[in-house]
């Protein structure tokens, strides 16, 4: 093991030495024209487009603005094929904290980034993505706070907030409505969106059309934090409460719970109940892959540990250095990993067409995140990467379920050699946490921690 020092000399060199390069997943093996100012390849740089006609159908974000997505044509055998990428981003559940985020990239189109990197299940590159390479991907921007779900109006004064993302997700998709081969994919709150609108988007396409969804890190657990407080669930009472999610709930699933507004993954199917949201959601698609770390390190700092549970910082060092963890800690931790599989266990033995790839990595959004979804580097289950997984399972190409070993004893994570050969080979900036002498897991980027 190393000591405290050698661990904290050893971050510091390792921030110091990627820091003087710009944020990108991209191939060093590209030959092709870049943006100067960044050292960006044009090609990962995709444009941002606002949704015509959105304001007329009331589908706007948290300020009013237009609601945006950015597009990356398909070409070849991929030209009539979509992926459509929700953005995660967490949620807002008071008038406060809506009205602080409308000043943001999460509450309007106004603060966001015009250009935005496509990498891992987004990449143009055949070598980073070989399953959707050469589809047509769509990252939808998140700007309402409640996965798109909500659709109400909140007035006082001159104060206006709109709620509006059930009515931004009708817009987009009467915008791009794909024809033939279709995924619907999201990460975090993103993730969460995948399950409230999957049955919906495949009601919407075809009855020709293949169809299918993937949740990433938006399998969240009805769990009590270590107090014994269900923290999580009377946030989320005021998500629904305040957007008026309810009403686009699936009205079979509110009917078998006594509790309409709360619902999460424990009973799986056929009533898919999903944690970081008080809703109650039934999935009915025979095709759904769920994409999850058994250590999620938003649901460690959110759910598990939030702040609340933790007044005198018991858990800090552990949240920051999993090796500083006491043997009681690691125990709480298998404990949540325990609730996790069982909540999964109903929907990989009922369907074989519903997949899974659960990781012990402490990471949270894998699928845009290059390291993670393919490269040499990346986490492996049985020897299958997350891009081969989820390419198994969308085309029927063998096992639809995977599930790692617990940690410490998972070889899934990330060496940290190998993160910085692949950090200064593909000028990537990353935000990473050590695990123990061997393994180090990525959590994140700047711009995508919830």
Same mark, same amino acid.
Not at 192 to 216: G, I, N, Q, W
Not at 294 to 306: E, G, T, W
């Given at each position: 093991?190393?000591?405290?020092?050698?661990?904290?000399?050893?971050l510091?060199?390792?921030?110091?030495?990627?820091?003087?390069?710009?944020?990108?997943?991209?191939?060093q093996?590209?030959?092709?024209?870049?943006?100067?100012?960044?050292?960006?390849?044009l090609r990962?740089m995709?444009?941002?487009?606002?949704?015509?006609?959105?304001?007329?159908?009331?589908a706007v974000c948290?300020d009013?603005s237009?609601p945006?997505y950015?597009?990356?044509?398909?070409?070849?055998?991929?030209?009539?094929n979509?992926?459509?990428?929700?953005e995660?981003g967490?949620?807002?559940?008071?008038?406060?904290?809506? =009205?602080?985020?409308?000043t943001?990239?999460?509450?309007?189109?106004?603060?966001m980034?015009?250009?935005?990197?496509?990498?891992?299940?987004?990449?143009s590159?055949?070598?980073?993505?070989?399953?959707?390479?050469?589809?047509?991907?769509?990252?939808?921007?998140?700007c309402?706070?409640a996965?798109?779900g909500g659709?109400?109006?909140?007035?006082?004064?001159?104060?206006v907030?709109?709620?509006?993302?059930?009515?931004?997700?009708e817009?987009?998709?009467a915008?791009l409505?794909?024809?033939?081969?279709?995924?619907l994919?999201?990460c975090?709150?993103?993730g969460?969106?995948?399950f =409230?609108?999957?049955?919906?988007?495949?009601?919407?396409?075809?009855?020709?059309?293949?169809?299918?969804?993937?949740?990433d890190?938006?399998?969240f657990?009805?769990?009590?934090d270590?107090?014994?407080?269900?923290?999580?669930?009377?946030f989320?009472n005021?998500?629904?409460?305040?957007?008026g999610?309810?009403?686009?709930?699936?009205?079979?699933?509110?009917?078998?719970?006594?509790d309409?507004?709360?619902?999460?993954?424990?009973?799986m199917?056929?009533?898919i109940?999903?944690a970081?949201?008080?809703i109650?959601?039934?999935?009915?698609?025979?095709?759904?892959?769920?994409?999850?770390?058994?250590y999620?390190v938003y649901?460690?700092?959110?759910i598990?540990?939030p702040?609340s549970?933790?007044?005198?910082e018991?858990?800090?060092?552990?949240?920051?250095?999993?090796?500083?963890?006491?043997?009681?800690?690691i125990?709480v931790l298998?404990g949540?990993?325990h609730q996790? =599989?069982?909540?999964l266990?109903?929907s990989s033995?009922?369907d074989?067409r519903?997949g899974s790839?659960i990781d012990?990595?402490f990471?949270?959004c894998q699928?845009e995140?290059?390291?993670?979804?393919?490269t040499?580097?990346s986490?492996?289950?049985h020897?299958?990467?997350?891009?081969?997984?989820?390419?198994?399972?969308?085309f029927d190409r063998?096992?639809?379920?995977?599930?790692?070993?617990?940690?410490?004893?998972d070889?899934?994570?990330?060496?940290?050699?190998?993160?910085i050969?692949?950090?200064?080979?593909?000028?990537?900036?990353?935000?990473?946490?050590?695990?123990?002498?061997?393994?180090?897991?990525?959590?994140?980027?700047p711009q995508?921690?919830a």
């Amino acid at each position: 093991m190393w000591s405290r020092n050698s661990f904290a000399a050893s971050l510091l060199v390792f921030v110091l030495a990627v820091s003087a390069f710009p944020w990108i997943v991209s191939s060093q093996q590209r030959k092709q024209t870049t943006n100067n100012r960044r050292n960006i390849p044009l090609r990962s740089m995709v444009g941002m487009t606002l949704v015509p006609g959105a304001a007329t159908r009331e589908a706007v974000c948290l300020d009013g603005s237009s609601p945006a997505y950015h597009l990356d044509r398909g070409s070849g055998g991929g030209a009539a094929n979509w992926l459509l990428q929700f953005e995660g981003g967490g949620w807002c559940n008071s008038v406060a904290s809506c =009205l602080a985020r409308s000043t943001t990239r999460r509450g309007s189109t106004r603060y966001m980034n015009k250009l935005e990197v496509f990498s891992g299940i987004l990449s143009s590159d055949e070598s980073e993505n070989p399953d959707f390479y050469n589809w047509n991907r769509v990252k939808i921007r998140y700007c309402d706070g409640a996965s798109f779900g909500g659709d109400s109006v909140y007035r006082n004064g001159t104060t206006v907030l709109h709620f509006r993302g059930q009515r931004i997700w009708e817009a987009i998709i009467a915008d791009l409505l794909p024809k033939d081969w279709a995924l619907l994919s999201g990460c975090s709150a993103g993730g969460l969106a995948t399950f =409230l609108h999957c049955d919906e988007f495949e009601r919407l396409l075809p009855e020709s059309a293949t169809v299918k969804c993937l949740s990433d890190a938006g399998f969240f657990l009805d769990a009590t934090d270590v107090t014994g407080s269900n923290t999580m669930r009377t946030f989320f009472n005021g998500v629904v409460a305040l957007q008026g999610v309810q009403r686009n709930l699936n009205t079979r699933c509110t009917r078998a719970h006594s509790d309409p507004h709360i619902s999460y993954p424990d009973s799986m199917f056929p009533h898919i109940r999903s944690a970081s949201s008080p809703i109650c959601i039934a999935i009915h698609s025979d095709a759904f892959f769920i994409l999850n770390s058994a250590y999620d390190v938003y649901q460690f700092n959110h759910i598990f540990v939030p702040p609340s549970a933790d007044p005198n910082e018991h858990w800090t060092r552990c949240k920051l250095d999993t090796t500083a963890c006491t043997s009681d800690q690691i125990s709480v931790l298998q404990g949540y990993r325990h609730q996790m =599989l069982a909540a999964l266990s109903a929907s990989s033995s009922r369907d074989m067409r519903r997949g899974s790839f659960i990781d012990s990595c402490f990471a949270h959004c894998q699928s845009e995140l290059q390291v993670a979804w393919f490269t040499p580097y990346s986490p492996r289950i049985h020897n299958k990467t997350i891009a081969g997984a989820v390419g198994d399972w969308y085309f029927d190409r063998g096992d639809t379920s995977s599930i790692d070993v617990p940690y410490p004893c998972d070889q899934t994570c990330h060496k940290p050699q190998a993160i910085i050969a692949y950090t200064q080979q593909s000028h990537i900036m990353l935000i990473f946490t050590f695990l123990d002498d061997h393994c180090v897991c990525v959590i994140g980027w700047p711009q995508e921690l919830a």
